[in-house]
């Protein structure tokens, strides 16, 4: 099961374009990357998944190099409704149950806005 | 459509005693997890199931009894609560593998004492 690492916390200004780096250096050749999102008292939800390159949606763009031993989340313009705790997950789409059919979620990265 | 809903939103335990924490969804999903949450930790799974009849354990499942008798409905139990189950808990279904897209109740919060 491929581990990730994420910066504990960050901060940003409204406006800014912030951009949250995922670490998962053994990666296997059929998981893919997803991103949630999770406000205070709430559940997690889902941003964005992606396999290779990039992949954009109204939310938020989805970077993938070629080796795929990492992962960056771009968030254009925030603003002070995107502070939340981001999650990056990685998991093998063919597995439906069992270890890495789950998600498993790490600690996330806490992102902070300010005015 | 509702989603996902838990209930007790809120609940005050006793050590000891037991309850029930209810989950259910309306989307037809084939999976789903419960997980909790704890201050700094993320989210850690406790058990899931994959349809109606089958569950499996996650990685804290000590404590907490599960059962998936329809496919709406996945209920968490917690047979003796230990102040160390004080913690945030969350529903979550999908429909199918991990490439879909994962929803998750509002949570229950819960206080043993």
């Known amino acids: 099961l491929a581990k990730t690492t994420q910066p504990i916390s960050m901060d940003s200004y409204e406006g800014q374009e912030v951009n949250i780096t995922c670490s998962h250096n053994?990666?296997?050749?059929?998981?893919?990357i997803t991103w949630y999102q999770q406000f205070p008292s709430q559940g997690p939800r889902f941003i964005i998944q992606?396999?290779?390159t990039k992949v954009t949606n109204e939310v938020a763009s989805l970077f993938i190099p070629a080796d795929r031993k990492s992962s960056t989340l771009s968030l254009p313009r925030v603003s002070l409704s995107d502070t939340a705790v981001y999650y990056c997950?990685?998991?093998?789409?063919?597995?439906?149950?069992?270890?890495?059919?789950?998600?498993?979620f790490g600690k996330g990265t806490k992102l902070s806005v300010k005015p | 459509n509702a989603g996902v809903t838990q209930t007790p939103k809120f609940q005050v335990l006793k050590t000891g005693q037991s309850m029930t924490l209810q989950c259910a969804q309306d989307?037809?999903?084939?999976?789903m997890s419960w997980y909790r949450q704890d201050p700094g930790m993320g989210l850690r799974l406790i058990h899931y199931s994959v349809g109606a009849g089958i569950t499996d354990q996650g990685e804290v499942p000590n404590g907490y009894n599960v059962s998936r008798s329809t496919t709406e409905d996945f209920p968490l139990r917690l047979l003796s609560a230990a102040p160390s189950q004080t913690s945030v808990y969350f529903c979550?279904?999908?429909?199918?593998?991990?490439?879909?897209?994962?929803?998750f109740g509002p949570g229950t919060r819960l206080l043993v004492l």
């Open positions: 979550a279904s999908r429909r199918g593998s991990f490439q879909e897209t994962q929803y």
């Open positions: 053994n990666i296997a050749t059929n998981d893919y």
């Open positions: 997950l990685v998991g093998d789409p063919r597995n439906y149950g069992g270890s890495q059919g789950n998600l498993i």
């Open positions: 992606g396999y290779k």
């Open positions: 989307m037809n999903h084939e999976y």
